[in-house]
């Protein structure tokens, strides 16, 4: 975003990492102080967070210490469950802290997600700078915050974009990449990074022989679906924290879209699978509505609603899955893979796409050199 000229303080609002997750009886508030270097100011919010007993903190903080002793990896992987099991977490600490984590985080319930991703997650968030593990909460649509500055600055620098051109097939000699085919028109290229979903990308390599490899391990990744349920109330109604966790709930995330202009907007995310997959949207709704009304009885109805379902969303970050992610390289000189389902080490995030790409581009520039 720097490079391109946005600046953080337009785009973004930067705020110290705070979690304040509600649960039907109890609720836990965990903040990190950001005068304390890392990893102190993680442990110093463990140890202070208020609603939870004594007993739970002190767990969460020695499985903290032991995790960062040992660089937060791992000798096998394992779900983030038997880790967490294996450190004696208490139920409600699962409930209200680990989960909700590794559901934002990988998209995938404690039960079945990858401890190795969730943990490189926590390491890059926690243990280098206290910066890092800020919530950075977009101010504007994600097309203005990047991809619309992106495209400007390309054009700047003589560079073109072509948008609603869809890539057919590639065209390869010799396994060497020599283009691509653009309806009916090749356009050739030296280079080429494939940039999109898993299943058109696996769609593009299938045909090619030396491609097929790539494409089995596509298609081998599962997904899991995120649904976010808009809801529109009088200005006057507000979240205390632009960020509010839930647990018990449908709705394990709640954002108050104020931040972005949007006041009276509440955002209700829902990661992961579940029965309210076989809500519709009313019905879903209407459910979010009442969960709302349970901890703000004061504010009224909805005055209208919208549910946007991305049945898959990510990949489902499951336990192993870094095996079957393929890397950048390709068995094609010249062609690249770049998403946020390739071998980043990430959960499938903003974060692990850009990675991808920009290491594409470096190997490019390597080779150009």
């Known amino acids: 975003m720097s490079l391109i000229g946005q600046k953080e303080e337009d785009a973004l609002l930067r705020v110290p990492l705070r979690l304040q997750v509600s649960g039907p009886s109890t609720s ?76 934002a985080a990988l998209n995938t319930s404690t039960a079945h997600a990858s401890a190795e991703i969730f943990l490189r997650v926590l390491r890059d968030s926690f243990s ?13 649509d994600l097309g203005l915050l990047f991809p619309k500055a992106a495209f400007d600055f390309i054009e700047q620098h003589e560079g073109l974009v072509h948008l609603n051109q869809r890539v057919t097939a590639l065209r390869m000699d010799h396994d060497r990449i020599s283009g691509v085919m653009v309806n009916d028109q090749m356009i050739a290229a030296r280079e080429v990074i494939i940039a999109t979903s898993p299943r058109v990308s696996s769609r ?70 579940g029965h309210h997959m076989d809500m519709d949207n009313q019905a879903l709704s209407h459910h979010i509505a009442v969960e709302l009304a349970e901890h703000h009885p004061h504010w009224p109805r909805p005055l209208e609603s919208l549910v946007i379902r991305e049945k898959r969303a990510t990949f489902h970050c499951g336990v192993d899955v870094n095996r079957i992610r393929p890397g ?13 389902y390739t071998d980043t080490g990430y959960p499938a995030t903003l974060e692990g796409a850009v990675c991808s790409g920009v290491q594409c581009a470096q190997e490019i520039i390597a080779r150009s050199a």
């Open 28 to 103: 836990i508030d965990l903040r990190t102080l950001p005068h304390l270097p890392a990893p102190l100011h993680l442990g110093w919010g463990l140890l202070t967070a208020r609603g939870l007993p004594l007993r739970d903190r002190w767990q969460a903080l020695l499985m903290s210490l032991k995790l960062w002793a040992n660089n937060f990896s791992l000798d096998k992987d394992l779900s983030v469950a038997a880790l967490l099991k294996q450190h004696n977490q208490p139920t409600q600490l699962i409930e209200q802290l680990w989960e909700p984590l590794c559901l």
């Open 128 to 140: 280098r700078t206290r910066r890092d593990a800020d919530l950075l909460i977009p101010r504007h």
């Open 204 to 273: 593009l390599l299938a045909p090619h022989p030396s491609l097929l490899h790539t494409a089995s391990q596509i298609e081998q990744l599962a997904y899991e679906p995120i649904v976010t349920v808009y809801l529109r109330y009088p200005a006057e109604c507000r979240l205390e924290l632009p960020m509010v966790g839930k647990s018990g709930t449908l709705a394990q995330w709640l954002f108050d879209r104020r931040v972005c202009g949007q006041e009276g907007v509440i955002a209700a995310v829902i990661s992961g699978s």
């Open 328 to 340: 950048n390289a390709t068995a094609v000189d010249g062609l690249w893979l770049a998403g946020d």
